[in-house]
């Protein structure tokens, strides 16, 4: 699978994940929380955002599941 593929996908997963708000996108990226209510409701597509903007979508998935990750190996050792 390519980064590009890669990319999309953790983008995607963000957006598709009901547990985290537009608004908490918008104020951990800049991205406006009407873009991000396009994106989930499918009036835009992924490939067609800018390089930025999709940057700033991954790297903010990529915090969440750090995370996420960090809170259950905390929940493993209780």
Known sequence: M?????I???VQLLIDDDTVTGYQ???ATG???PTVHHLRAGKMK???MK????MLLFDYYTQI????KK???LNEKD
């Open 51 to 54: 390089f930025k903007t999709v």
């Open 46 to 48: 992924i490939e067609n």
């Open 25 to 27: 996108i918008e104020r």
């Open 71 to 73: 809170e259950a190996k």
């Open 8 to 10: 999309k996908n953790k």
């Open 31 to 33: 991205i406006h929380a």
């Open 2 to 6: 390519s980064y590009t593929r890669k």
């Open 65 to 68: 599941e750090k995370q996420r």
